[in-house]
């Protein structure tokens, strides 16, 4: 089998690599090719690449390429995680907002609709060649954020498309780590949007042992998600790590304006990273892949991707699908995270109990932003930017929706054909 990884040049695809060296007697690789225009970076992970496979004894090879037709032809899967600008555009994302006294991040808020500008004409770009080139039985799987406007993107035109965050993956390996159970054994009811998520239910073996874990692990849990513990335990969840933006919002303003902004650390880890695998002495996995974020991306993928191209019963995994009835408060072409089956047919989301309200209304408003916030991606104009801000929780007031519209489109105006030079 052929994959095929648009953004292969990113320091993340080691651990796409080493997932896959780890997992030879269920994924038949034989052929993995990283696609990016950026010959350094690209040329440094694939010789790196190549070094970790064989390290393992894994027969597939790793090559390179900055042409998309080539790298994509004859392939079973295409995974996508590019970054449209980089960390100096993602740089902006952080911090532009803060201006207005909003939260500074790359896949909400301003941060994130200015990355989702940016990132959906490129993505539905690729994937027309894609489908053009590998046919459309060819499954993109993307990883890149924002995943959900992104994926709903995808969705929106056709493709055979499934988003990927390894959020509820994360959160699975810690609870079975501090329940002592086998992470088979461990399902989540993993409940709303990318990165706006709850844990309902904590499933061992059918039993739901979340009450266990508020009742024993909460402090360490609250310190991981960044929740207060009497908090989760009245609400009876564990939400992601993402949710301080809105519930803590106003203190993770004050820390970001005092912190250094990801974009620089994440530049210093790659510039690390990237030394790192042009020595040709290293052959495993390094210490400071660590620091660069996605733990347990490769486990993710590379599972996805098995169950999408074995052929074999379907499996359980957390995936950006669409909603299909799945909360009844949401439109049916809605794009929700939540535990699928997944075959060569695709996703198909399990059925959850109803929503409590406390969480629903979040998701509502978060839903419709994101479906402003591709209407803007898709037709563009500086209105548009506007209207999806004010229908964002995290903005929602006239005059910083205004404001924070303005500088997000002069700010990036080389990556917007619409904004004019």
């Given at each position: 089998m052929k994959l095929a990884v648009v953004g292969g040049g990113s320091t993340y695809t080691p651990e796409l690599i080493d997932g896959i060296a780890g997992r030879r007697s269920t994924l038949d690789v034989d052929e993995i090719v990283l696609i990016d225009p950026d010959a350094y970076r690209v040329e440094a992970v694939g010789d790196f690449s190549n070094r970790l496979?064989?390290?393992a004894?894994?027969?597939?090879?790793?090559?390179?390429?900055?042409?998309l037709e080539e790298g994509v032809d004859g392939a079973s899967a295409v995974l996508i995680q590019l970054r449209v600008g980089g960390q100096r555009a993602r740089r902006g994302d952080e911090t532009f907002p803060h201006a207005c006294g909003c939260v500074g991040q790359e896949t909400t808020g301003a941060g994130g609709l200015a990355k989702a500008l940016r990132t959906v004409p490129v993505?539905?770009?690729?994937?027309?060649?894609?489908?053009?080139?590998?046919?459309?039985?060819?499954w993109i799987v993307n990883f890149t954020n924002p995943v959900g406007i992104v994926t709903r993107a995808l969705l929106n035109e056709g493709h055979r498309a499934v988003g990927l965050c390894?959020?509820?993956?994360?959160?699975?390996?810690t609870f079975a780590h501090l329940l002592g159970a086998g992470v088979d054994?461990?399902?989540?009811?993993?409940?709303?949007?990318?990165?706006l998520s709850w844990e309902r239910k904590v499933l061992v073996n059918g039993e739901d042992r979340l009450p266990e874990l508020l009742a024993e692990h909460a402090e360490f849990l609250g310190e991981h998600v960044t929740a207060p513990v009497e908090w989760m335990r009245r609400m009876n969840v564990v939400p992601s790590y993402y949710l301080k933006y809105y519930y803590g919002h106003d203190e993770q303003v004050m820390k970001q304006r005092t912190e250094r902004p990801r974009a620089d650390v994440v530049s210093d880890v790659e510039e690390e990273l990237?030394?790192?695998?042009?020595?040709?002495?290293?052959?495993?996995k390094p210490e400071q892949l660590e620091k660069r974020g996605g733990a347990y991306y490769s486990e993710a993928a590379v599972q996805l991707v098995h169950a999408l191209t074995s052929g074999g019963p379907a499996e359980e995994h957390v995936v950006n699908v669409r909603n299909e009835g799945t909360f009844d408060f949401l439109p049916d072409d809605a794009v929700i995270e939540v535990p699928s089956l997944v075959d060569g047919k695709g996703p198909r989301p399990i059925p959850q109990a109803p929503v409590e309200q406390r969480f629903a209304g979040l998701i509502a408003g978060v839903t419709a932003y994101e479906h402003l916030a591709l209407e803007a991606a898709i037709k563009g104009g500086r209105d548009r930017v506007a209207d999806a801000l004010l229908a964002h929780p995290l903005v929602g007031q006239y005059t910083k929706a205004d404001q924070l519209?303005?500088?997000?489109?002069?700010?990036?105006?080389?990556?917007?054909?619409w904004a004019g030079a």
């Open positions: 496979l064989n390290h004894g894994h027969p597939a090879r790793v090559r390179t390429t900055a042409n993505v539905l770009d690729i994937a027309d060649r894609v489908r053009k080139i590998a046919g459309d039985d060819t390894n959020v509820a993956i994360h959160l699975q390996r054994d461990v399902k989540l009811v993993h409940t709303g949007l990318n990165h990237l030394k790192v695998y042009l020595d040709p002495e290293v052959v495993t519209a303005d500088t997000l489109v002069g700010t990036n105006r080389q990556f917007l054909p």
